[in-house]
């Protein structure tokens, strides 16, 4: 069965530096995603990334977070100069079709920011 | 601002018996609702799903109920099954944002 890969799978960083977290989406799929879940609270909304931009984005998602979509494949998300409260796991997504279709989730990134 | 709720974080049911898992959202503009299971160290996997123009979907032992005039969705597991032991997610969406509820973890005790 297709599945969204992620990697890594734990990442450990210090403050104020840059992490990319990389997501291998469903190949067909055409919508990408990424969520995150700070431990133990919600899975929260960060961005939707379709046709090589982003669709739509919340308010967590501000200057310090960038998506990108290189080289067809991959599907990153890049936080500039990591907080303390940026320490979560970050789920990517893929869908083929918007809306009301339910998601594809990958495994999840453990960031932890020292 | 939570638009999706779970109210209780935790539930314990026997095996064999039915889990019922409760959901309530705010947001009447919400036209599809979804149900995730999450097992510890892995992302969230679907399981289902109910539009609202139904009020009932069913798949295996997994039921949906849609209740729209109290903004409420429950899942009905039966018969629960160790293997059900998971934390569950519900979903709701106007579009092409989800909007998540904070997760109850249910329990199925052998």
């Known amino acids: 069965e297709p599945e969204v890969t992620q990697t890594p799978s734990h990442q450990v960083t210090q403050m104020g530096q840059e992490v990319i977290l990389r997501c291998v989406p469903i190949s067909n799929h055409l919508y990408f995603y990424w969520y995150r879940q700070i431990l133990g609270q919600k899975v929260e909304f960060l961005v939707s990334?379709?046709?090589?931009?982003?669709?739509?984005k919340s308010e967590i998602f501000d200057d310090q977070f960038s998506v990108e979509r290189p080289d067809g494949s991959n599907f990153t998300l890049k936080i500039r100069s990591t907080k303390l409260e940026d320490s979560a796991m970050y789920f990517c997504?893929?869908?083929?079709?918007?809306?009301?279709?339910?998601?594809?989730f990958g495994s999840g990134t453990r960031l932890t920011v020292v | 601002d939570q638009q999706v709720k779970q109210n209780s974080p935790s539930l314990s049911v026997q095996e064999g018996r039915i889990s019922i898992l409760n959901c309530d959202y705010t947001?009447?503009?919400?036209?599809?609702f979804l149900w995730y299971k999450k097992y510890p160290a892995e992302g969230p996997t679907f399981l289902i799903s109910?539009?609202?123009?139904?009020d009932k979907n069913e798949d295996g032992r997994f039921t949906v109920f849609l209740n729209k005039s109290a903004k409420h969705l429950s899942l009905h597991i039966v018969p629960s099954q160790p293997g059900d032991s998971a934390v569950y997610f519900c979903?709701?969406?106007?579009?092409?944002?989800?909007?998540f509820g904070t997760g109850t973890s249910l329990t199925v005790i052998p």
């Open positions: 990334f379709y046709n090589n931009e982003i669709s739509e």
């Open positions: 109910i539009s609202s123009i139904k």
């Open positions: 947001n009447s503009m919400f036209d599809y």
């Open positions: 979903a709701a969406s106007a579009g092409n944002q989800f909007y």
């Open positions: 997504a893929s869908s083929v079709r918007t809306g009301n279709y339910g998601y594809t």
